[in-house]
């Protein structure tokens, strides 16, 4: 099957929406099939050889977050002669409704969409604005797919008709395998994310850190991702900081490995949240984990069997948390077991499969529906059958 795949933001910015994109095309390469993905990306980006760039991206801010989007007549352009080269048997759309890439990509595509939704943004006064400049090119989509039930209640509030939910998934044995890190080992704490944007949580985290420090005054802090490190610590007494260690940007080995050393890793993250991919990351790694108790990380963690939640932006509460962690191995141990057997149905093997299903499903729906027209012509034409 000849497969395109828009992703509508930035490759050379990592995020939850590209490393699913990314994932999903090597998972399909690997089964056979031949997979081309558009996405913006600077010049100087290395890709991967299935990526095709868009053009630079621009950051605008969107869903709390900043989004380094693509969109203008030269993208137009170049999206256009991506569909004609590509020849496409089915395109599969990520976030059609972002003025990006999978918006130009929806006007311009014949032929059976597959649209994903991932937003997770119930009060979003734009996207209902927007709807009526939307609703020309949604109606194009053959078959929407939701990575978790708060996008798809946000795709039905705002923009109407229904979704299938396939959550994002996961290489599992990846991270199952990755070997620890003797350096990253003993009284860990691990947080991935943009250091800078506050919706990851990590000020909520470094709150907390004094009231884990006074219990366990051994712990340290492992932060992994971008962002102003002596910014980040600003509010830490300085007698503190040292027990704060920042990795900047890591490897997806090193991620791995990182999830593989740490004793709890931490997602204090305080909202904008559809899904929650580091949640299963850090379990397929046999991380125990502990979040905020936002409704979409809850529904990822089992409701709390399969990681322990905290009250969302109470640094007393995730200290607390985080203590009783700390000192109670066989509660880890129990965490981690149970994360481990709660995150096979995130699995490629599985969502792969499902994914694949909803292709197979509207291309034989597109053939059938060109069989019927070819037959109502050749009728009209007075011709006989063959």
């Not at 992994?224 to 300085?238: K, Q």
């Not at 204090?268 to 949240?273: C, K, L, R």
Request: glycine share 10%; proline share 7%; aromatic share 6%.
């Amino acid at each position: 099957m000849r497969i395109g795949i828009v992703c509508p933001y930035s490759w050379d910015v990592p995020g939850g929406v590209q490393f699913h994109i990314r994932d999903l095309a090597e998972h399909l390469i690997r089964l056979g099939h031949e997979v081309s993905v558009l996405a913006p990306a600077d010049d100087e980006t290395p890709l991967p050889p299935f990526v095709v760039s868009a053009g630079r991206a621009v950051p605008v801010p969107y869903n709390g977050s900043v989004a380094r989007l693509n969109f203008g007549f030269l993208s137009a352009a170049r999206v256009r002669r991506w569909l004609h080269e590509g020849d496409f048997d089915v395109i599969h759309i990520h976030e059609p409704a972002t003025p990006s890439l999978g918006l130009l990509s929806c006007w311009a595509a014949q032929g059976p969409i597959v649209a994903t939704f991932h937003t997770s943004n119930p009060r979003s006064r734009a996207m209902i604005a927007a709807y009526p400049i939307l609703q020309p090119a949604l109606e194009k989509i053959s078959a929407r797919i939701a990575v978790s039930e708060y996008a798809r209640r946000t795709l039905v509030e705002h923009l109407g008709g229904d979704a299938v939910v396939i959550p994002n998934g996961v290489d599992v044995g990846f991270f199952a395998s990755a070997e620890p890190r003797p350096e990253w080992q003993g009284g860990t704490i691990g947080f991935i994310g943009r250091i800078d944007e506050p919706r990851k949580g990590l000020p909520v985290l470094m709150r907390a850190l004094p009231g884990i420090l006074a219990e366990r005054p051994g712990t340290r802090l492992l932060v992994a991702g971008r962002g102003d490190e002596e910014e980040a610590v600003a509010g830490l007494p300085p007698e503190m900081r040292g027990n704060v260690e920042f990795l900047g940007m890591v490897s997806d080995e090193d991620k791995a490995r990182l999830l593989r050393s740490v004793d709890v890793y931490v997602a204090p993250n305080t909202g904008g949240e559809s899904f929650g991919i580091i949640l299963v990351e850090a379990m397929s790694a046999g991380a125990p984990v502990l979040a905020s108790d936002l409704d979409a990380f809850a529904q990822v963690l089992d409701q709390g069997a399969a990681g322990e939640l905290f009250a969302n932006e109470d640094a007393d509460a995730l200290a607390a948390a985080a203590v009783r962690l700390l000192g109670d191995p066989a509660r880890r141990a129990e965490l981690g077991e149970r994360g481990r057997r709660h995150v096979r149905r995130f699995d490629w093997a599985t969502v792969g499969a499902d994914i694949l299903a909803v292709y197979e499903t509207v291309t034989a729906g597109a053939a059938s529906v060109a069989a019927d027209e070819r037959t109502g012509l050749r009728a009209r034409l007075g011709l006989a059958r063959d």
